[in-house]
């Protein structure tokens, strides 16, 4: 459970990493406003999708976890 907790915590940071460099450097990248709008809603919508997939995973609705390789199996030595 502890596990499953961390890695909750590490995606939702890394995620919202991304959300902020995409909302920094989308305005430096010369495009038309139709095309900078439609990026923005499938980032809107790819990031939903992702959080909801986690909630779902800590109320134990979707079986499995999340791998993220080599950093599950360190966390496993530590906790």
């Known amino acids: 459970m502890i596990m499953a907790l961390i890695q909750i915590i590490?995606?939702?940071i890394i995620l919202g990493v991304v959300w902020w460099?995409?909302?920094?450097?989308l305005p430096l990248i010369p495009l038309p406003e139709p095309i900078?709008?439609?990026i923005y809603v499938l980032l809107v919508v790819v990031l939903v999708i992702i959080v909801i997939y986690v909630i779902l995973q800590l109320l134990?609705?979707?079986?499995?976890g999340l791998?993220?390789?080599r950093l599950t199996m360190l966390m496993r030595l530590v906790v």
């Open 67 to 69: 791998h993220l390789g």
């Open 21 to 25: 460099a995409i909302q920094q450097l």
């Open 10 to 12: 590490l995606v939702l």
């Open 60 to 64: 134990g609705i979707v079986a499995g």
């Open 36 to 38: 900078r709008r439609v």
